[in-house]
């Protein structure tokens, strides 16, 4: 199954280049019908066995979405339907079923819950006082740029990931300054959650052996 799935990930790439042949289209269809009937036999045996209570579960909604695209896209040629076929990209998640790696990371997620939840309030907080400090420094310098501490929001996320896209960057001396200090928290917003995940990761091989 976790072949099947990767080779219909395949095939969806596939299908998403220019001048293909009609023959390789229809046997692209042909892949997909495929495919389709494997993961609708999957559903319907699981059905039948967990009911409604699997039909309600995470990856019981996981696996219906997974087939869901072909049954609404199928007899209609509507780009409205088509967007469903994105849909598709959903049969990803159904990896974690098959994957013990995959389960011991939710494992790792659901014993570090709290503390993600308590760094992602203060990295918000971050950002809002990141896009309050630089409007004030450069505000006055690049009136476009930073017209508003929304509009400097954009540049706080790029700065605290350490990304740095430098499509908007400070040029006054207190901008540069404050900037600094700000490269040198998100190092730190960067390294905290890998921290916890090593940690809870570790709980969470504890907890399977």
């Known amino acids: 199954m976790q072949a099947l799935i990767c080779v219909s990930l395949v095939l ?3 299908e998403t280049l220019p001048d293909l042949k009609s023959s390789t289209r229809a046997w692209l269809r042909c892949a997909e019908i495929f495919v389709v009937v494997v993961f609708t036999i999957e559903y319907i045996a ?5 009911g409604i209570r699997f039909a309600a579960s995470f990856l019981g909604i996981i696996d219906l979405m997974a087939i869901m695209p072909f049954y609404l896209s ?3 040629d509507l780009r409205a339907i088509r967007a469903f076929r994105l849909m ?5 998640l159904k990896l974690a079923r098959y ?6 990371f939710h494992r790792a997620f659901v014993i570090a819950r709290e503390e993600f939840i308590l760094f992602g309030f203060v990295a918000m907080i971050l950002l809002y ?13 690049q009136p476009e740029a930073f017209a508003s501490v929304f509009h400097s929001l954009w540049w706080a996320v790029a700065t605290l990931t350490t990304v740095g896209y430098g499509d908007v960057y400070p040029i006054t001396p207190g901008g540069k300054v404050f900037t600094t200090l700000l490269l040198v928290i998100g190092l730190g917003i960067v390294s905290v959650p ?3 995940i ?12």
């Not at 598709?88 to 990803?92: A, M, N, Y």
């Open 12 to 14: 969806f790439s596939i």
């Open 46 to 50: 699981r059905f039948y066995l967990g």
């Open 74 to 76: 199928l007899g209609f």
């Open 88 to 92: 598709r990209l959903v049969r990803v």
């Open 99 to 104: 994957n013990r790696a995959i389960a011991r």
């Open 129 to 141: 006082l990141a896009a309050v400090g630089i409007h004030h420094f450069e505000h006055d310098a």
């Open 194 to 196: 890998a921290g916890l």
């Open 198 to 209: 090593a940690s809870a990761l570790g709980k969470a091989r504890e907890i399977e052996e």
